[in-house]
């Protein structure tokens, strides 16, 4: 497993990757092939599982140390001088004393295990017996294996095979129909698991996958639309309904078991007991997975949408949750239902779904249905875009009321118009190196907005996405002339490279010196016509905020 890694490692045509797994999983055995394929994509569990592995540089740092006997700050230089721990472990765990004789050969199922063993762990002595289940399988490695355990243990694989790729692999190698494949990953989301169903029963085994309440399916994703009169030009009539600004959730319920997971498929059932008993009380019916967005409110009287973070927060807390839940109140809209019973409904249209929904929803203060209208008016339509702004959301979703539910896909059954958020000319003023294949571009970028009184350049957020590689490159070149100072991975930049930046929204942040930070900031483009006296400034940005 260990050479296919460096292979793939040493690999960037996506074909030849599909065909090097292929060749791999075609010898696999069966048993195997779900921790294979998890693996492979740099993971340990399935991204719906709880089990998480929770290990730090910090700790792995310690364990390099411990095993090979170097002191943790030789460890980290070589972490710095490799630029990746992988290698450095690598390097580092060439000369390890051997503790036995006779050292066991390293297998898969044994990093499975002691991984399983360790995500399991809670309590007093946690980390002294996870530092005992690493350092256990880094006694066993070969020095290439454990540049790949290392990452593996990190989640920081990065061997760039896409989902894709994997599952083209499959389908070649067990000769099924692609589409089979991906509409039963869509709906276990578990390649490990699918890829034993299409090895044993072939496409009639795949054609039988069908939804399991309390695994989560892939949502359906939304295409962008310019305007109200775009998007009525493709459907009409239309379903208009509010863009509530929060977080994607599907609740399935089995009886009173209620599971709560969101769009990445995270299992966030604990995180919101209120949620899953409103979904116990007020969903008629045994079992059934319905849709909605989460969203955080000021209060339950002030039912005024509260920022991202604030729900965020309530995301990533998984201990003394009840606080919370009184501090930071959320409410639910639900706008689909794709499981009735017994019924399937993912081929049924929207609207008729929507009647459904409506029928087995018991509606309550926080527990409600989207605002909905289908028209093909288009003064009507754009008078609910206007309310829909004026209440604080981000714009509406449009959809199909003939459509069918197609997990995973950004067909066209659903589009969403959201206010445009005028474009900020920025400054880079820092930066940090790329890792694995990025290591020698820069691969984030400290963005700067100019306080028109001082005439300083505060920082306003870090912008990783919306460049091509070529562009990763290109601002690199640029900025490689006015560094100013290198501290590790981090790099201070003279600013005078401009970049025009889109972003979702812009926050309060106490991260940033302007004391704001964009949400999801991306590259427009270069912009090479422009020099440091057009960046922005402070003042223009409180300004942008108040005419939200
Ligand atoms: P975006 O994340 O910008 O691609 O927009 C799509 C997301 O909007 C969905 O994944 C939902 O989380 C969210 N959303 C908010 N309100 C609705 C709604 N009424 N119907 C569908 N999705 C919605």
Same mark, same amino acid.
């Given at each position: 497993m260990a050479e296919l890694f460096q292979q793939l490692e040493k690999t960037s045509g996506r074909l030849e990757k599909t065909s090097i797994i292929s060749d791999f999983i075609s010898d696999t055995p069966v048993d195997l092939m779900p921790t294979v394929l998890l693996f492979l994509r =740099? *993971?340990?569990?399935?991204?719906?599982?709880?089990?998480?592995?929770?290990?730090g540089d910090k700790l792995m740092i310690k364990v390099l140390s411990n095993i090979t006997g170097a002191s943790e700050i030789h460890v980290e230089d070589k972490i710095r001088e490799k630029g990746d721990i992988g290698f450095a472990a690598e390097e580092l765990l060439v000369?390890?004393?051997?503790?036995?004789?006779f050292t066991e050969e390293l297998t898969v199922e044994k990093v499975h295990s002691n991984l399983t063993k360790l995500a399991e762990l809670s309590g007093k002595k946690s980390r002294e017996r996870k530092i005992g289940y690493i350092s256990e399988l880094l006694s066993m490695t070969k020095p290439l294996e454990s540049r790949y355990v290392v990452r593996l243990v990190l989640e920081?694989? $990065?061997? =760039?095979?896409?989902e894709g790729t994997v599952r083209d692999a499959i389908a070649s190698v067990f000769n099924v129909d692609a589409s089979l494949l991906e509409r039963a990953r869509s709906l276990r989301c578990d390649l490990g698991e699918v890829a034993k169903i299409a090895r044993q029963e072939g496409d009639e085994g795949l054609r039988r996958v069908s939804m399991k309440p309390g695994r989560p399916i892939e949502v359906m994703l939304a295409q962008k639309a310019e305007s109200i009169e775009d998007v009525l030009g493709k459907i009409t009539p239309a379903a208009f309904e509010i863009k509530y600004d929060g977080a994607r959730l599907q609740i399935h319920k089995m009886g009173d078991n209620i599971e709560l997971f969101t769009r *990445?498929?995270?299992? %966030?059932t604990k995180q919101f007991p209120e949620i899953v008993s409103a979904a116990r009380d007020n969903i008629k019916a045994s079992t059934a997975i319905v849709e909605g967005e989460l969203v955080a409110i000021q209060s339950k009287v002030d039912r005024n949408p509260r920022p991202f973070q604030d729900l965020s927060k309530r995301i990533r807390r998984?201990?003394?949750?009840n606080d919370l839940v009184e501090q930071i109140p959320v409410e639910v809209n639900l706008f689909d239902i794709v499981l009735y019973e017994e019924r399937?409904?993912?081929?049924? *249209?929207f609207d008729d779904r929507r009647k459904l929904l409506e029928k087995i929803i018991n509606k309550t203060d926080s527990f409600r249905l989207s605002e909905y209208l289908v028209t093909s008016n288009l003064k009507e339509a754009d008078e609910f875009y206007q309310k829909a702004i004026k209440m604080g959301h981000e714009g509406v979703m449009v959809k199909n009321p003939g459509a069918p539910y197609q997990p995973?896909?950004? %067909?066209?059954?659903m589009y969403k118009i959201k206010q445009v958020m005028e474009t900020l000319d920025l400054a880079v003023v820092g930066a940090t190196w790329g890792e694995g294949? $990025?290591?020698h571009w820069m691969s984030s970028f400290l963005l700067a907005l100019r306080?028109?009184?001082?005439g300083e350049f505060l920082s306003v957020g870090r912008m990783a996405t919306g460049l091509t590689d070529k562009q990763f490159k290109e601002v690199t070149s640029l900025l490689k002339p006015l560094v100013v100072v290198e501290s590790g991975k981090e790099i201070g930049i003279k600013p005078k490279v401009v970049l025009e930046v889109a972003y979702d929204e812009i926050q309060k942040s106490q991260t940033y010196e302007s004391g704001y930070a964009l949400r999801f900031p991306r590259l %427009? $483009? @270069? $912009?090479?016509?422009?020099? @440091?006296?057009d960046v922005n400034t402070l003042s223009r940005l409180k300004d942008l905020i108040t005419s939200h």
């Open positions: =740099g *993971r340990v569990f399935p991204l719906w599982s709880e089990k998480e592995l929770g290990m000369n390890k004393t051997q503790t036995t004789l920081e694989l $990065r061997l =760039g095979v896409g *990445r498929l995270e299992k %966030v998984k201990y003394r949750i399937e409904l993912l081929g049924e *249209r995973g896909s950004r %067909v066209g059954y294949r $990025r290591a306080d028109e009184d001082t %427009v $483009r @270069i $912009r090479y016509d422009k020099g @440091i006296k």
